[in-house]
């Protein structure tokens, strides 16, 4: 895994992002700044609408904050062009969404092969298969996207989101549609990303995730607050 030279993996200063609708002016962040560090989960908790998806997605460069800036492995990755941040994405974070990480026409394999080319690192068959034996979905592998259950569609998810082998792993309520089986696999397999040396970022209602996170992060109506 390539990552910042010993550094922090992902930093984010004073990040502001605000929308309009009509007259009325509502921010979603409000000068959050976060570090996040080789071998670190971070949970950022709150309540509906604090900002936390928001946060994720200007990390992820899927966004672009209206002020301040983001840093990944050393790389600048907000004010870049589209087609910038889309490389830099498919290089150095790895995001696991809600919903939409799986093209529904394509199988679980075939997810993870596009996810793999897409980062430029090939779709060796072995490489895929070891993926996919990483997050227990190899069984699922020829599976299309419709026929999973909630729990089979956050493991292939995930299994889409470190097909780049990411430094950065952003994960937004990996846990929020699956029983508590599939939370403690999930959880798990965050820790064992964790430990490999990645950085974990973590979208999350679960006490159990925040609980197992190295370090959280309470927003509300996009500020960081203590306790």
């Known amino acids: 895994m390539s990552g910042s030279g010993g550094g922090p993996i992902a930093e984010a200063r004073e990040l502001y992002r605000f929308y309009h609708a009509g007259d009325d002016e509502t921010f979603a962040l409000r000068g959050v700044t976060v570090t996040v560090g080789p071998g670190e989960i971070v949970a950022v908790v709150g309540p509906s609408g604090s900002g936390k998806s928001t946060l994720l997605s200007c990390l992820a460069g899927l966004d672009e904050p209206d002020g301040g800036h983001v840093v990944v492995a050393g ?71 419709k026929t999973l259950s909630g729990g089979e569609g956050a493991r292939a998810g995930l299994a889409v989101a470190l097909a780049n082998d990411p430094p950065l792993l952003l994960a937004d309520e990996p846990t929020g549609e699956v029983d508590a089986d599939n939370e403690a696999r999930i959880l798990e397999l965050l820790r064992a990303r964790a430990r490999e040396g990645g950085a974990v970022v973590v979208a999350t209602h679960s006490d159990r995730v925040a609980d197992a996170a190295d370090r959280v992060m309470r927003l509300v109506d996009g500020r960081v607050v203590d306790g």
């Open 75 to 145: 790389r600048r990755i907000t004010r870049r062009p589209e087609a910038v941040r889309a490389a830099l994405r498919a290089r150095w974070i790895g995001v696991l969404q809600q919903s939409g990480n799986l093209l529904e026409h394509l199988t679980v394999s075939q997810n993870v092969r596009v996810a793999r080319s897409l980062a430029r690192r090939g779709g060796e068959g072995a490489a895929v298969e070891e993926l996919l034996q990483s997050v227990g979905m190899e069984r699922r592998a020829s599976a299309r996207p």
